[in-house]
Nanobody, 115 residues
Framework: QVHLVESGGGLVQAGGSLRLSCAASGGIRSINTMTWYRQAPGKQRELVATITNGGNTDYADSVKGRFTISRDNAKNTAYLQMNSLKPEDTAVYYC?????????WGQGTQVTVSS
């Protein structure tokens, strides 16, 4: 059973930056993909960014050029560097790990961007 713990959320003014972390433990497989999703109040959960164990990345159009996903395989940790934050980035951000046909979710971390 893989356990994911997110951290790094908080309150920031528009134009500011935050860095989210997602640490995985237990039942780690080397071939995996880690993905950040977010869910704003009253909206569906949406994919923000994803990264494979080989470092291939993909981003939602809304965050391209502002957010950067990265990972440290030795630490089993993924990161989401968020720059030039906008009020519309306000959401609960969730980390998801997929490996060996299974999907695991973290508990989420709140990001609030004030205007």
């Amino acid at each position: 059973q893989v356990h994911l713990v997110e951290s790094g959320g908080g309150l920031v003014q528009a134009g500011g930056s935050l860095r989210l972390s997602c640490a995985a433990s237990g039942g780690i497989r080397s071939i995996n993909t880690m993905t950040w999703y977010r869910q704003a109040p009253g909206k569906q959960r949406e994919l923000v960014a994803t990264i494979t164990n080989g470092g291939n990345t993909d981003y939602a159009d809304s965050v391209k050029g502002r957010f950067t996903i990265s990972r440290d395989n030795a630490k089993n940790t993924a990161y989401l560097q968020m720059n030039s934050l906008k009020p519309e980035d306000t959401a609960v951000y969730y980390c998801m790990r997929s490996q060996a046909g299974f999907v695991y979710w973290g508990q989420g971390t709140q990001v609030t961007v004030s205007s």
